[in-house]
């Protein structure tokens, strides 16, 4: 996948200088009403190609920090839900631990016979 972007990158950076080379004659840029910049098409187009990848490198950063956001509170929530049910299985070995100290103790024979019978 690398050496993919690294093609496609190389591909775009090689046609960007050939239309730089081609491109030299001056282009005017209005900024404001009032103000003017002349300078090369190609000088132009690598502003506002730069200005776009700034752009863009901040979206991704912006949209990975809302990731991260959104993944911490699920985490979170996820943590809490866990911990009730550790409580709730601490409660429940608890009741059973109860009810097994409620019971009549085994009797043995009556284990075997049982046993016997159901083979």
Same mark, same amino acid.
């Given at each position: 996948?690398?050496?993919?972007?690294?093609?496609?990158?190389?591909?775009?950076?090689?046609? /960007?200088? @050939?239309? *730089?080379?081609?491109?030299? %004659?001056?282009?005017?840029?209005?900024?404001?009403? &009032?103000?003017? =910049?002349?300078?090369?098409?190609?000088?132009?187009?690598?502003?506002?190609?730069?200005?776009?990848?700034?752009?863009?490198?901040?979206?991704?950063?912006?949209?990975?920090?809302?990731? /991260?956001? @959104?993944? *911490?509170?699920?985490?979170? %929530?996820?943590?809490?839900?866990?911990?009730?049910? &550790?409580?709730? =299985?601490?409660?429940?070995?608890?009741?059973?631990?109860?009810?097994?100290?409620?019971?009549?103790?085994?009797?043995?024979?009556?284990?075997?016979?049982?046993?016997?019978?159901?083979?």
């Amino acid at each position: 996948m690398k050496q993919i972007n690294f093609v496609i990158i190389f591909i775009l950076c090689l046609a /960007l200088a @050939l239309f *730089s080379l081609e491109n030299t %004659q001056p282009g005017t840029i209005n900024v404001v009403p &009032e103000v003017q =910049v002349q300078a090369p098409i190609a000088i132009e187009l690598l502003l506002a190609g730069g200005i776009g990848a700034v752009l863009a490198w901040l979206y991704s950063i912006w949209t990975h920090w809302q990731r /991260l956001l @959104l993944s *911490s509170q699920q985490v979170r %929530q996820k943590n809490v839900q866990i911990n009730e049910l &550790e409580s709730k =299985v601490e409660q429940y070995q608890a009741e059973v631990q109860s009810l097994k100290l409620a019971l009549p103790p085994v009797n043995d024979s009556l284990v075997k016979e049982a046993q016997a019978v159901t083979q």
